[in-house]
């Protein structure tokens, strides 16, 4: 639940990173304008809609009046940052009159919805406070991408993010371990690992797939075949990615609700460690095979 639930009315189901867990959530968008991935059911109770500019802009102000000191603000729902340049730079000036405190303001993004924008527009949305913004690679492998229908390749990704970042824009972006299942995880880790080496995007992290609705949905949506990992295969493929990353200062975490080895920390400088640690939790699971995934078991070393 935001902090801010119990003033603004919502349309649930919300979500936000973990990040911005303190930040004050507008929905300027309601669901997700792409919502065909197939790992994806965040949205799938929602029609992509824009909300309407009257209505934002007179919550904003509102919620200016009650909570003027706000520093942070999150912009959703899926990927507020496929409206209109001038549409959030509209948003952004009434956020700034506000929030006399603002220090960023953020939001999730696709690839393609930074490149329908020129990069003008991108450097304007910056100095008008968009900072940072959210974006799941999920993979870096077409082949990947294409069975889970992502609706991006490696390439128009790369291109998106390093076209933000080229504007000041900072990027967070998103691996998911186990996307791929045991047939593919191998060329999921090592094209995951090559795509954000580069961009060497300011933050990194990684969850593992989940199944909210189960297996058999999951393999009917896969456009391929799909076999679930084994806890070993997924602390495999969280070598493979570590160990053939080669970043300078990239912010990782591995500390979302559906990981069960927690690692924080700068990369490359904390490879080894994290590389060694992951060795150490493969050895746990070697030796005790009665150990699952399943099990409220959660490793910090």
């Not at 349309?11 to 867990?21: G, I, K």
């Not at 003027?68 to 549409?87: I, M, T």
Request: charged share 25%.
């Amino acid at each position: 639940m935001n902090l801010f639930s119990y003033f603004l009315d919502y349309d649930e189901p919300l979500f936000r990173p973990p990040s911005e867990a303190f930040s004050m959530i507008f929905q300027v968008t309601l669901g997700c304008s792409w919502n065909k991935c197939s790992f994806c059911e965040m949205y799938k109770s929602k029609s992509f809609t824009s909300r309407k500019e009257e209505d934002v802009l007179e919550e904003i102000r509102r919620a200016g009046e009650t909570f003027p000191e706000v520093k942070k603000v999150f912009l959703a729902d899926g990927n507020a940052f496929v409206l209109s340049s001038s549409r959030l730079l509209r948003i952004l000036d009434a956020l700034k009159k506000s929030f006399p405190s603002l220090s960023r303001v953020s939001s999730y993004a696709l690839p393609r919805d930074i490149l329908s924008k020129s990069s003008e527009e991108l450097v304007s949305l910056r100095e008008a406070g968009l900072q940072l913004i959210y974006v799941g690679i999920e993979s870096g492998d077409d082949n990947v991408l294409k069975m889970v229908d992502k609706g991006e390749s490696a390439d128009s990704t790369v291109e998106g993010l390093l076209k933000a970042q080229e504007a000041g824009i900072q990027c967070s972006v998103m691996i998911i371990n186990g996307l791929a299942g045991s047939q593919y995880y191998r060329e999921h880790a090592l094209n995951s690992a090559l795509l954000v080496n580069r961009v060497q995007p300011r933050y990194l992290s990684t969850l593992v797939l989940t199944l909210p609705y189960g297996l058999p949905k999951y393999q009917k949506q896969f456009k391929g075949i799909f076999h679930p990992m084994t806890e070993l295969e997924l602390l495999e493929e969280m070598k493979i990615f570590i160990e053939n990353l080669e970043l300078e200062r990239t912010v990782f975490r591995s500390d979302h609700a559906s990981n069960f080895l927690i690692l924080k920390g700068t990369l490359n400088r904390d490879k080894e460690e994290f590389l060694t640690n992951i060795k150490k939790i493969r050895s746990l699971f070697h030796d005790n095979p009665s150990l699952k995934r399943s099990k409220p078991h959660l490793f910090s070393l």
